[in-house]
């Protein structure tokens, strides 16, 4: 499997995501994330890999509310702040780094490789906006629920990108 990295993005983008990358991969070690995406999972029959993703992301969708960091703050909840939100609001709120944070442990818990993608739109001269995508038979499946439009499956228009591979 090839990954395209594109332009290096500035130093406190980088540290971001690898701050993210880390906390995805921290969800491995809490039984939480895997027992949510079998309760998540649990009445799909032998489901192909593009109906269970799509479940997660629906879920993702359901259980979250976009709230934007405070300017000049960059605030990364951990994934199980993020589970113990939704245990008992039904719901976490966040920005794209919380987002990413919670469907990246969906998607790694899932057995799944998530792809951590920070992205360049309107040709704005910096990374604005960071999502998950996994690859299923050669195909991107994004996993963004922090946008207001849906972008499972396609993924956002952007001016460019970088990639970081959670493993």
Known sequence: MTFCLKKVPITNSIDTANLIKNLILSSTDNLSYRLLVEDICRNTDYANDFVILDIL?????KHFTYLK????VEYIK???????????????????????VFMGSMIINAGYL?????IEIENSGYFS??????????????????DAKEYYINSPKMTDYYDIVVE
């Open 78 to 100: 951990t994934p199980d702040r993020n589970y113990n939100e939704i245990l008992l609001n039904n719901k976490f709120v966040g920005d794209c780094d919380d987002a990413t």
């Open 69 to 72: 960091d405070i300017q000049n």
């Open 114 to 118: 998530p792809i951590i993608r920070l």
């Open 129 to 146: 906006h960071i999502y998950c995508y996994t690859i299923v038979d050669d195909k991107e499946v994004c996993m963004d629920i922090a």
């Open 57 to 61: 992301y629906r879920y993702g969708r």
